[in-house]
C-alpha cells in the first residue's frame, strides 16, 4: 500500500517543488580548516549507525497512545470538550495525536536532508562541506526511521504542517548562503531537538525512548554544527545585514512557536477548532511545553551575535528568554550520554538472551 493511501486527508501526488536561488560554490583550497569543524566532521564519520540494525524494531507499540503517557499530559484533559467525548473517541484523538506529531517529525527530517544537502552544495567552505555531507547521511537515516515507525507502528500519516512548510521554503528560497544554515541547523533542528528531548524523557514506550535518543545523538551534533558556521560569519555583517537575519529569525521562532497546537487533528476529527485551540494555548501543560521547546534555540541564536533588541522583544513576549541562561554544551553532552546509556542497555539484554540460550543448551546436554 502506498503511503499516500495512509494519509488522513488527501495530499498532492506531485513533487513539493521549492526554487532555490543559490549558487553552487567550489574551493580550491584544500589544506585550510577549522580544527573544531574538522573534528565534528570526523565525529560524524565515526557515529554513521543503521536505522535497521541499531533499533530493536519487534518492540511493542499502542498506537493510540504511540508515547505512553498518561492522560494528565493531554491538554484537553479537563475541558468540557474532553468530558463529552466517549472512550472510543478518546482512543481515536490519541491515534491521530500520535500519527500527527512523528508525521511532522518524518517531514522535518525531510526538510533537514534537501537542506543538508544544498549546504554542501551552496557553503563556500571546504570543511562546511564535509560536515554537511556527513548531516545529509544522518537525515537520509532519520527520514527512513521515522517513515518505518509511522507505517508500522501507527499505519497513519498526516499532511506537512504549514508552519514548517513555509520555514523550510523561506530557509530555501533564498540567494544567501547563511539562510539554509539559520533556518534548518539553528530553528527547525533547535526545535525538534527540544520536542525529541522532551518526548525521549517522558515516554514509557521503549521503541519511543530508543528511537529518539539515537535521533537526538545526531542532531546534537548538527545543532553544534551551526552554531560553529554561522558564529564568526555574523561577527563580520555589518548592522543592516545582522538586523536582516534577526528579522528572519523572530518570524521563524513565532512560526516554529504555532506550529505545535496540532490545530489538523481538531480539523480531521471535526472538533470545534477555536474552542480546542484556546483551551490548547491557555492551558498550563502547553505553556511548560512551548517553553522547554525553545530550550535549544535561544541560547544558541545568543551564541552566534543574533541578539538585537528585536529578537530579545520576540523571546520575551513568548515567555522564552530565560533559555538564553542555558549551557547548550551541557545539553549536547547529555543527549549523547543517554544514547550511549541506551546501547549499554541493549548489549546486555542480547548478552543475558546469549547466556540463557546457552544455560538452556547445556542442561539438556546433561541430560
Avoid at 46 to 53: I, R
Avoid at 159 to 179: I, T
Amino acid at each position: 500500500m502506498s503511503s499516500y493511501d495512509r494519509y488522513v486527508t488527501a495530499v498532492p501526488k506531485d513533487t513539493w517543488d521549492v526554487p532555490t536561488a543559490a549558487d553552487t560554490r567550489f574551493t580550491w583550497e584544500y589544506d585550510d580548516g577549522r580544527d573544531r569543524l574538522l573534528s565534528l566532521y570526523q565525529k560524524g564519520k565515526d557515529k554513521q549507525w543503521d536505522a535497521q540494525l541499531r533499533i530493536d524494531w519487534d518492540q511493542e507499540v499502542d498506537p493510540y497512545n504511540v508515547v505512553g503517557l498518561p492522560d494528565s499530559f493531554n491538554p484537553l484533559v479537563g475541558s468540557e470538550i474532553w468530558d463529552k467525548m466517549s472512550e472510543a473517541e478518546r482512543l481515536e484523538f490519541g491515534r491521530h495525536q500520535g500519527s500527527w506529531l512523528f508525521s511532522q517529525f518524518l517531514h522535518g527530517e525531510q526538510g533537514a536532508l534537501n537542506v543538508s544537502a544544498r549546504i554542501v552544495q551552496s557553503v563556500p567552505d571546504l570543511d562546511s562541506k564535509f560536515y554537511a555531507a556527513t548531516q545529509t547521511m544522518d537525515e537520509a537515516r532519520h527520514v527512513e526511521l521515522y517513515a518505518r515507525f509511522v507505517h508500522e507502528k501507527i499505519g497513519m500519516y498526516y499532511p506537512v504542517n504549514q508552519d514548517l512548510a513555509q520555514l523550510l521554503k523561506e530557509s530555501l528560497d533564498d540567494s544567501r548562503w547563511d539562510l539554509p544554515y539559520l533556518g534548518m541547523q539553528v530553528l527547525i533542528e533547535g526545535l525538534a531537538l527540544a520536542a525529541f528531548g522532551l518526548y525521549r524523557d517522558m515516554a514509557t514506550t521503549p521503541l519511543v525512548k530508543q528511537l529518539l535518543a539515537y535521533v537526538m545523538q545526531d542532531e546534537a551534533r548538527h545543532v553544534a554544527f551551526g552554531r560553529l558556521a554561522l558564529k564568526d560569519f555574523y561577527a563580520e555583517l555589518s548592522s543592516k545585514e545582522r538586523a536582516e537575519r534577526e528579522e528572519f529569525v523572530v518570524e521563524g521562532c513565532y512560526l516554529m512557536r504555532d506550529r505545535f497546537t496540532s490545530r489538523e487533528v481538531f480539523e480531521t476529527l471535526d472538533m470545534p477548532v477555536a474552542q480546542c485551540l484556546e483551551y490548547v494555548q491557555n492551558s498550563e501543560m502547553f505553556s511548560l511545553y512551548q517553553s522547554h521547546l525553545f530550550s535549544r534555540i535561544v541560547p544558541c541564536v545568543k551564541d552566534i551575535g543574533l541578539w538585537g533588541d528585536n529578537v530579545q522583544k520576540a523571546y520575551a513576549d513568548m515567555g522564552v528568554l530565560d533559555n538564553a541562561k542555558a549551557d547548550l554544551t551541557a545539553l549536547m553532552r547529555q543527549d549523547e550520554e543517554v544514547a550511549e546509556a541506551h546501547d549499554r542497555e541493549r548489549e546486555e539484554r542480547e548478552l543475558a538472551v546469549r547466556q540463557t540460550e546457552v544455560a538452556d543448551a547445556i542442561a539438556l546436554g546433561s541430560e
